[in-house]
Protein backbone atom coordinates (compact mmCIF):
# COMPACT_ATOMS: atom_id res chain seq x y z
CA UNK A 1 0.00 0.00 0.00
CA UNK A 2 1.27 3.35 -1.08
CA UNK A 3 1.29 6.46 1.58
CA UNK A 4 -1.89 8.18 0.69
CA UNK A 5 -3.43 4.43 0.95
CA UNK A 6 -2.76 4.25 4.31
CA UNK A 7 -3.93 7.54 5.30
CA UNK A 8 -6.91 7.11 3.75
CA UNK A 9 -7.07 3.83 5.34
CA UNK A 10 -6.58 5.66 8.70
CA UNK A 11 -9.43 8.20 7.73
CA UNK A 12 -12.05 5.63 6.57
CA UNK A 13 -11.13 4.37 10.79
CA UNK A 14 -11.51 8.22 12.03
CA UNK A 15 -15.43 8.65 10.47
CA UNK A 16 -16.41 5.31 12.67
CA UNK A 17 -16.98 7.99 15.69
CA UNK A 18 -19.89 9.74 16.19
CA UNK A 19 -20.09 13.29 16.18
CA UNK A 20 -22.14 13.32 19.56
CA UNK A 21 -19.73 11.67 21.58
CA UNK A 22 -16.91 13.31 20.83
CA UNK A 23 -18.83 16.99 20.34
CA UNK A 24 -16.06 19.62 20.60
CA UNK A 25 -13.17 17.29 19.41
CA UNK A 26 -11.94 16.17 16.04
CA UNK A 27 -12.49 12.77 14.36
CA UNK A 28 -8.65 11.23 14.09
CA UNK A 29 -7.78 7.78 12.60
CA UNK A 30 -4.51 6.01 13.05
CA UNK A 31 -2.76 2.87 12.29
CA UNK A 32 0.58 1.27 12.88
CA UNK A 33 2.19 0.01 10.08
CA UNK A 34 5.29 -2.45 10.34
CA UNK A 35 8.53 -2.69 7.85
CA UNK A 36 6.41 -5.20 5.98
CA UNK A 37 3.69 -2.93 5.50
CA UNK A 38 1.26 -4.95 7.52
CA UNK A 39 -1.03 -2.38 9.66
CA UNK A 40 -0.56 -3.85 13.26
CA UNK A 41 -2.42 -1.29 15.07
CA UNK A 42 -5.35 0.90 14.67
CA UNK A 43 -7.95 2.45 15.87
CA UNK A 44 -9.84 5.89 16.59
CA UNK A 45 -11.11 8.63 18.82
CA UNK A 46 -14.22 7.62 19.97
CA UNK A 47 -15.53 9.67 22.97
CA UNK A 48 -14.74 13.54 24.03
CA UNK A 49 -12.50 13.11 27.14
CA UNK A 50 -10.71 9.59 26.32
CA UNK A 51 -8.09 7.70 24.50
CA UNK A 52 -6.85 9.15 21.15
CA UNK A 53 -6.76 7.63 17.84
CA UNK A 54 -2.81 7.26 18.33
CA UNK A 55 -3.09 5.27 21.83
CA UNK A 56 -5.45 2.79 20.81
CA UNK A 57 -3.37 1.91 17.40
CA UNK A 58 -0.18 2.04 19.54
CA UNK A 59 -1.26 -0.46 22.17
CA UNK A 60 -2.78 -2.93 19.79
CA UNK A 61 0.87 -3.11 18.03
CA UNK A 62 2.60 -3.24 21.27
CA UNK A 63 0.62 -6.31 22.04
CA UNK A 64 2.16 -8.02 18.88
CA UNK A 65 5.86 -6.82 19.55
CA UNK A 66 7.87 -4.79 22.19
CA UNK A 67 9.84 -3.20 19.17
CA UNK A 68 8.24 -0.67 17.17
CA UNK A 69 11.12 0.78 16.02
CA UNK A 70 11.26 -0.08 12.25
CA UNK A 71 7.02 0.89 12.06
CA UNK A 72 5.66 4.08 10.70
CA UNK A 73 2.32 5.96 12.56
CA UNK A 74 -0.01 6.89 9.82
CA UNK A 75 -2.52 9.61 11.76
CA UNK A 76 -4.99 12.36 10.34
CA UNK A 77 -4.19 14.64 12.57
CA UNK A 78 -1.38 15.64 13.92
CA UNK A 79 -0.92 14.90 17.52
CA UNK A 80 -1.46 16.45 20.56
CA UNK A 81 1.30 17.62 22.85
CA UNK A 82 0.13 19.25 25.37
CA UNK A 83 -2.27 18.04 28.72
CA UNK A 84 -5.57 18.22 28.32
CA UNK A 85 -8.32 15.43 29.23
CA UNK A 86 -5.58 12.81 28.76
CA UNK A 87 -1.28 12.99 28.52
CA UNK A 88 0.24 14.05 25.08
CA UNK A 89 0.27 11.72 22.62
CA UNK A 90 3.74 12.78 21.63
CA UNK A 91 4.98 11.11 24.47
CA UNK A 92 3.61 8.08 23.74
CA UNK A 93 5.08 8.04 20.26
CA UNK A 94 8.49 9.14 22.15
CA UNK A 95 8.33 6.56 24.10
CA UNK A 96 6.76 3.58 22.01
CA UNK A 97 10.01 3.86 19.71
CA UNK A 98 8.11 4.27 16.59
CA UNK A 99 10.76 6.65 14.34
CA UNK A 100 8.18 7.63 11.49
CA UNK A 101 5.11 9.51 11.27
CA UNK A 102 2.71 10.63 8.43
CA UNK A 103 0.15 13.05 9.27
CA UNK A 104 -2.76 14.22 7.25
CA UNK A 105 -3.67 17.49 8.59
CA UNK A 106 -2.07 19.88 11.07
CA UNK A 107 -4.30 21.09 13.98
CA UNK A 108 -4.61 24.83 14.56
CA UNK A 109 -5.42 24.24 18.34
CA UNK A 110 -2.54 27.00 18.99
CA UNK A 111 -1.36 24.69 21.84
CA UNK A 112 -0.47 22.00 19.47
CA UNK A 113 2.93 21.82 18.45
CA UNK A 114 3.13 18.01 17.67
CA UNK A 115 4.45 18.08 14.50
CA UNK A 116 7.43 20.36 15.39
CA UNK A 117 7.74 18.58 18.95
CA UNK A 118 8.20 15.00 16.96
CA UNK A 119 10.94 16.68 14.73
CA UNK A 120 13.31 18.32 17.33
CA UNK A 121 13.50 15.12 18.64
CA UNK A 122 14.70 13.41 15.63
CA UNK A 123 11.71 11.58 14.48
CA UNK A 124 10.82 11.59 10.43
CA UNK A 125 8.02 13.47 10.18
CA UNK A 126 5.91 14.28 7.08
CA UNK A 127 2.53 16.27 6.19
CA UNK A 128 0.56 14.57 3.33
CA UNK A 129 -2.37 16.96 4.00
CA UNK A 130 -5.86 15.87 2.15
CA UNK A 131 -8.89 17.11 1.02
CA UNK A 132 -10.59 14.10 3.57
CA UNK A 133 -9.00 15.03 6.60
CA UNK A 134 -9.52 19.00 6.31
CA UNK A 135 -13.25 18.65 5.25
CA UNK A 136 -13.82 15.72 8.16
CA UNK A 137 -12.92 18.04 10.70
CA UNK A 138 -14.60 21.37 9.49
CA UNK A 139 -16.42 22.43 11.95
CA UNK A 140 -13.33 21.57 14.69
CA UNK A 141 -11.22 23.67 12.32
CA UNK A 142 -13.58 26.39 12.55
CA UNK A 143 -14.42 26.76 15.77
CA UNK A 144 -10.24 26.89 16.35
CA UNK A 145 -9.28 28.91 13.78
CA UNK A 146 -12.42 31.66 14.09
CA UNK A 147 -13.68 31.04 17.71
CA UNK A 148 -17.14 30.65 16.61
CA UNK A 149 -19.02 27.82 15.51
CA UNK A 150 -19.31 26.41 12.10
CA UNK A 151 -22.37 27.78 10.73
CA UNK A 152 -24.78 26.72 7.90
CA UNK A 153 -27.56 29.12 6.76
CA UNK A 154 -30.85 27.95 5.33
CA UNK A 155 -32.79 29.26 2.68
CA UNK A 156 -36.17 27.98 1.23
CA UNK A 157 -37.22 30.16 -1.78
CA UNK A 158 -39.50 30.61 -5.15
CA UNK A 159 -37.59 29.92 -8.22
CA UNK A 160 -37.48 33.84 -8.36
CA UNK A 161 -35.69 34.23 -5.19
CA UNK A 162 -39.09 35.33 -2.81
CA UNK A 163 -39.49 33.21 0.71
CA UNK A 164 -42.85 34.56 1.47
CA UNK A 165 -45.23 36.56 -0.81
CA UNK A 166 -46.81 39.68 -0.62
CA UNK A 167 -48.94 38.82 3.00
CA UNK A 168 -46.22 36.80 4.28
CA UNK A 169 -47.42 34.04 3.91
CA UNK A 170 -44.67 31.29 3.38
CA UNK A 171 -46.37 27.77 3.98
CA UNK A 172 -45.25 26.08 1.95
CA UNK A 173 -42.64 27.20 -0.72
CA UNK A 174 -41.04 23.93 -0.83
CA UNK A 175 -42.59 20.59 -1.07
CA UNK A 176 -42.83 17.71 2.03
CA UNK A 177 -40.01 15.75 0.64
CA UNK A 178 -37.39 18.64 0.77
CA UNK A 179 -38.66 19.72 4.31
CA UNK A 180 -38.19 16.13 5.41
CA UNK A 181 -34.67 16.23 4.01
CA UNK A 182 -33.76 19.19 5.97
CA UNK A 183 -34.98 17.82 9.15
CA UNK A 184 -33.45 14.54 8.82
CA UNK A 185 -30.36 15.45 7.49
CA UNK A 186 -29.51 18.59 8.12
CA UNK A 187 -31.41 19.65 11.60
CA UNK A 188 -29.87 16.66 12.83
CA UNK A 189 -25.80 17.62 12.10
CA UNK A 190 -26.37 20.88 14.32
CA UNK A 191 -25.97 21.45 17.94
CA UNK A 192 -28.47 24.80 17.37
CA UNK A 193 -30.77 26.64 15.33
CA UNK A 194 -30.51 30.22 15.09
CA UNK A 195 -33.32 32.44 14.35
CA UNK A 196 -34.74 35.80 15.41
CA UNK A 197 -37.58 36.95 17.92
CA UNK A 198 -39.22 38.02 15.32
CA UNK A 199 -39.13 34.90 12.85
CA UNK A 200 -40.60 32.41 16.32
CA UNK A 201 -43.08 34.53 17.43
CA UNK A 202 -44.30 35.17 13.43
CA UNK A 203 -43.95 31.93 12.81
CA UNK A 204 -44.73 29.97 15.97
CA UNK A 205 -41.40 28.32 15.47
CA UNK A 206 -40.78 25.36 17.53
CA UNK A 207 -37.01 24.73 16.00
CA UNK A 208 -37.12 20.81 16.79
CA UNK A 209 -36.36 17.91 14.31
CA UNK A 210 -39.45 16.07 13.07
CA UNK A 211 -39.48 12.96 11.19
CA UNK A 212 -42.66 11.62 9.48
CA UNK A 213 -43.48 8.24 11.13
CA UNK A 214 -41.09 9.33 14.32
CA UNK A 215 -41.84 11.43 17.30
CA UNK A 216 -40.06 15.03 17.37
CA UNK A 217 -36.70 15.79 18.86
CA UNK A 218 -35.85 18.56 20.89
CA UNK A 219 -32.79 20.42 19.60
CA UNK A 220 -30.75 23.54 21.16
CA UNK A 221 -32.12 27.08 19.97
CA UNK A 222 -30.99 30.21 19.57
CA UNK A 223 -33.12 33.67 19.52
CA UNK A 224 -31.54 36.67 18.85
CA UNK A 225 -33.99 39.01 20.61
CA UNK A 226 -32.27 42.91 21.18
CA UNK A 227 -34.86 43.92 23.60
CA UNK A 228 -36.24 40.42 25.13
CA UNK A 229 -39.57 40.14 23.52
CA UNK A 230 -39.51 36.18 24.24
CA UNK A 231 -39.16 37.42 27.73
CA UNK A 232 -42.76 38.95 27.94
CA UNK A 233 -44.95 36.80 29.99
CA UNK A 234 -47.42 37.16 27.09
CA UNK A 235 -44.80 34.65 25.16
CA UNK A 236 -44.35 32.08 27.97
CA UNK A 237 -47.04 29.70 26.53
CA UNK A 238 -45.16 30.24 22.35
CA UNK A 239 -44.33 26.59 21.86
CA UNK A 240 -40.58 27.00 21.53
CA UNK A 241 -40.56 26.58 25.07
CA UNK A 242 -42.24 22.55 25.32
CA UNK A 243 -41.40 19.84 25.77
CA UNK A 244 -37.22 20.25 26.88
CA UNK A 245 -35.75 18.11 28.91
CA UNK A 246 -31.87 17.89 27.57
CA UNK A 247 -31.84 21.05 25.30
CA UNK A 248 -32.15 24.85 25.99
CA UNK A 249 -33.71 28.16 24.26
CA UNK A 250 -30.95 30.57 24.21
CA UNK A 251 -31.87 34.17 24.49
CA UNK A 252 -29.55 36.22 23.45
CA UNK A 253 -30.46 40.34 24.43
CA UNK A 254 -28.72 43.59 24.45
CA UNK A 255 -27.12 44.15 28.16
CA UNK A 256 -29.72 44.86 30.77
CA UNK A 257 -32.45 44.01 28.39
CA UNK A 258 -33.29 41.07 30.74
CA UNK A 259 -33.66 41.83 34.49
CA UNK A 260 -31.77 39.45 36.71
CA UNK A 261 -33.44 37.00 38.87
CA UNK A 262 -37.25 37.75 36.80
CA UNK A 263 -38.33 33.87 36.44
CA UNK A 264 -38.03 32.52 32.87
CA UNK A 265 -39.36 29.66 31.20
CA UNK A 266 -37.68 26.24 32.44
CA UNK A 267 -34.61 25.12 29.95
CA UNK A 268 -34.47 28.86 29.35
CA UNK A 269 -31.06 30.98 29.35
CA UNK A 270 -30.13 34.32 28.26
CA UNK A 271 -27.03 35.01 26.89
CA UNK A 272 -26.14 39.52 26.97
CA UNK A 273 -23.98 40.30 23.63
CA UNK A 274 -23.60 43.90 22.34
CA UNK A 275 -25.58 45.39 19.98
CA UNK A 276 -24.34 48.43 17.81
CA UNK A 277 -26.41 51.86 17.19
CA UNK A 278 -28.35 50.25 14.10
CA UNK A 279 -29.71 47.21 16.26
CA UNK A 280 -26.89 44.70 14.57
CA UNK A 281 -25.49 42.01 16.60
CA UNK A 282 -21.88 41.29 17.36
CA UNK A 283 -21.28 38.08 15.76
CA UNK A 284 -17.60 37.98 17.04
CA UNK A 285 -19.04 38.29 20.62
CA UNK A 286 -21.66 35.85 20.06
CA UNK A 287 -19.69 33.16 18.19
CA UNK A 288 -17.26 32.91 21.24
CA UNK A 289 -19.83 32.76 23.52
CA UNK A 290 -21.97 29.86 22.11
CA UNK A 291 -18.52 27.96 21.31
CA UNK A 292 -18.43 28.29 25.33
CA UNK A 293 -22.15 26.98 25.54
CA UNK A 294 -20.80 23.63 23.75
CA UNK A 295 -22.85 25.12 20.53
CA UNK A 296 -20.07 23.48 17.79
CA UNK A 297 -22.11 23.53 15.23
CA UNK A 298 -25.55 25.85 14.31
CA UNK A 299 -27.93 26.28 11.64
CA UNK A 300 -29.49 29.81 10.94
CA UNK A 301 -33.02 29.56 9.47
CA UNK A 302 -34.47 33.45 10.33
CA UNK A 303 -35.79 35.79 8.27
CA UNK A 304 -34.26 38.13 5.14
CA UNK A 305 -32.73 40.93 6.85
CA UNK A 306 -30.76 38.37 9.65
CA UNK A 307 -29.74 36.03 6.76
CA UNK A 308 -27.95 38.89 4.67
CA UNK A 309 -26.47 40.67 7.44
CA UNK A 310 -24.37 37.12 8.74
CA UNK A 311 -24.09 36.76 5.22
CA UNK A 312 -22.33 39.95 4.47
CA UNK A 313 -20.07 39.42 7.97
CA UNK A 314 -18.67 36.53 6.55
CA UNK A 315 -20.36 34.36 8.98
CA UNK A 316 -21.81 32.04 7.35
CA UNK A 317 -19.34 28.36 6.10
CA UNK A 318 -21.88 26.99 4.32
CA UNK A 319 -25.85 27.59 2.25
CA UNK A 320 -28.10 25.21 2.33
CA UNK A 321 -30.30 26.02 -0.24
CA UNK A 322 -33.51 24.84 -1.35
CA UNK A 323 -35.78 25.89 -4.62
CA UNK A 324 -39.36 25.31 -4.48
CA UNK A 325 -40.89 24.76 -7.83
CA UNK A 326 -42.97 27.79 -8.07
CA UNK A 327 -42.70 31.78 -9.41
CA UNK A 328 -44.55 34.08 -7.62
CA UNK A 329 -43.76 37.23 -9.86
CA UNK A 330 -44.54 39.45 -7.63
CA UNK A 331 -42.07 42.76 -6.92
CA UNK A 332 -43.88 42.84 -3.83
CA UNK A 333 -43.19 39.34 -2.52
CA UNK A 334 -40.70 38.91 -0.42
CA UNK A 335 -37.25 38.56 -1.17
CA UNK A 336 -34.60 36.00 0.13
CA UNK A 337 -31.93 38.97 0.68
CA UNK A 338 -32.65 42.07 2.10
CA UNK A 339 -29.16 44.39 3.03
CA UNK A 340 -28.83 48.25 1.59
CA UNK A 341 -25.69 48.18 0.24
CA UNK A 342 -24.58 47.87 -3.63
CA UNK A 343 -21.96 45.58 -4.32
CA UNK A 344 -20.24 45.34 -7.65
CA UNK A 345 -20.28 41.72 -9.00
CA UNK A 346 -16.69 41.51 -8.64
CA UNK A 347 -16.85 41.19 -4.95
CA UNK A 348 -19.33 39.12 -4.75
CA UNK A 349 -18.89 36.14 -2.79
CA UNK A 350 -17.41 32.82 -4.54
CA UNK A 351 -19.67 29.64 -3.53
CA UNK A 352 -18.27 26.10 -4.07
CA UNK A 353 -21.04 23.39 -4.70
CA UNK A 354 -21.29 20.39 -2.49
CA UNK A 355 -23.77 18.88 -3.95
CA UNK A 356 -27.13 18.77 -5.40
CA UNK A 357 -30.34 16.74 -5.03
CA UNK A 358 -33.54 17.13 -6.87
CA UNK A 359 -36.55 16.28 -4.51
CA UNK A 360 -39.68 16.06 -6.75
CA UNK A 361 -39.49 19.34 -8.65
CA UNK A 362 -37.81 20.90 -5.99
CA UNK A 363 -33.83 21.33 -5.79
CA UNK A 364 -31.43 21.49 -2.92
CA UNK A 365 -27.75 23.16 -3.68
CA UNK A 366 -25.19 22.63 -0.72
CA UNK A 367 -22.43 25.39 -1.34
CA UNK A 368 -19.29 26.30 0.66
CA UNK A 369 -18.77 29.85 1.32
CA UNK A 370 -15.24 30.89 1.10
CA UNK A 371 -15.05 33.08 4.89
CA UNK A 372 -11.53 32.09 6.60
Known amino acids: ?67 LSNCSLYVTLEPCSHHGKTPPCTDLILKSGI ?58 ATLD ?17 SRAYLHAH ?4 VDAIISTAKTVIQDQATLNIRIPNTQSTELNAVIIDRTGAMLE ?6 PIFDNRTETKVFIVTAPG ?14 IETPFNAN ?20 L ?28 LLDSNAKAGFDIATSTPLQNAAPLTLLESMSFENDMYLHYAIEVL
Do not use: C
Not at 306 to 321: C, Q
Open 1 to 67: MTTLEHLIVALSLAKKAKRKDIKGNPFVGAIVVDENGAIIGSGYHQKWGEKHAEVFAIEEALLKTAD
Open 161 to 177: GKIADYAGASKWITNEI
Open 300 to 327: VEAGAIFSSYVLSKKWVNELDYFIGSKL
Open 233 to 238: PAKASH
Open 99 to 156: KKVIVGSLDPNPNVSGFTLLQQNVIDVSLLETPEAISLNKIFFTNQKSNKPFVRLKMA
Open 279 to 298: GEIDLDTLGKQLLQKGLYSV
Open 186 to 189: IRTE
Open 257 to 270: AYVAGKPLPAHTEV
